[in-house]
């Protein structure tokens, strides 16, 4: 019985899966993975700013093609983030079956 207890800000305390994993050790790679992720989005949303900068309408020079595409990935890189803080949420409400 005390094994099923749960924690208000941990979430359950004695919880693994079949391989053994806890799940604060799920959590950590998570928010690890969520670290990776906001440094890779930041990435594009800096190349986004450069490259608008940098166009010269008066030169023809434009870069529409590589604008949209690293805010595709701003975006699919958003998704992912919000993916991956609400497996944790769950993780830690112990619905480990919904992740």
Do not use: C
Request: charged fraction near 40%.
């Amino acid at each position: 019985m005390a094994d099923q207890m749960t924690d208000q800000t941990n979430g359950p305390r004695n919880n693994s899966n079949e391989n053994g994993v806890s799940t604060s050790e799920k959590i950590k790679a998570i928010e690890a993975e969520i670290e990776d992720l906001t440094r890779q989005k930041e990435d594009h949303e800096k190349k986004v700013r450069e490259l608008m900068q940098s166009e010269d309408p008066a030169a023809g020079k434009f870069y529409a093609q590589e604008i949209f595409q690293h805010k595709q990935d701003r975006l699919r890189l958003e998704v992912e983030l919000d993916w991956r803080q609400k497996r944790i949420k769950r993780l830690r409400l112990g619905m480990e079956e919904f992740t």
